[in-house]
């Protein structure tokens, strides 16, 4: 669909006179206006810390697993067989646990920066859609669905100021 109103914007630019006055089309990169921006930058600070944290919990209980593992591969022989066994059980249930844990860890980090993304790519918006009545586009696209444009038209530059501008007030 964002093709064919691609070609026929293409179309009508070739359209002498009165297209070519009144179109003004613009692009920008919003991979690198989440990048750049200052609430992306945020964003990714904020998650990272909670990546860092999740890492932190997780590394404790592998060092525990860890030591674990090796006393019973120094101990294990030398210990009664139930012992032996409740030993290696409860490492089976620690090792499925810390899985567990990695997963929901791993989908709650997921789902947060999801939730994080769609909160600054609807503020980005906003901003793109103010930008573009005050700067007079017909037409402002995203890089990523665009297969070759002139440098000329890359406008993310100006909405990541803009965007900026908007987050201090």
């Known amino acids: 669909m964002k093709y064919w109103l691609v ?20 692009f920008i990169d919003v991979r690198r206006v989440v990048a750049e921006s200052t609430a992306g930058k945020r964003a990714g600070d904020r998650l ?20 674990m593992r090796n006393d019973l591969d120094k101990k294990g022989p030398l210990l009664k067989e139930d012992e032996r066994r409740n030993l290696e059980s409860d490492f089976q ?13 791993q989908q709650e980090l997921q789902l947060k920066e999801r939730e994080m993304m769609q909160d600054i790519l609807k503020e980005l918006e906003g901003v793109v859609s103010e930008f573009g009545r005050a700067e007079k586009f017909t037409l402002i696209l995203d890089r990523s669905q665009i297969l070759f444009a002139d440098q000329g038209v890359d406008i993310t ?11 201090k007030k």
């Open 157 to 167: 530059t100006k909405v990541i100021e803009t965007f900026n501008s908007r987050a």
């Open 7 to 26: 070609l026929v914007l293409v179309a009508l630019s070739w359209v002498p006179g009165w297209a070519q006055d009144r179109m003004k089309i613009g």
């Open 93 to 105: 249930k620690r090792s499925v646990m810390l899985q567990r844990t990695m997963t929901d860890l």
């Open 48 to 67: 990272q810390i909670q990546v860092k944290k999740a890492e932190a919990d997780t590394l404790r209980e592998r060092q525990e697993l860890e030591r």
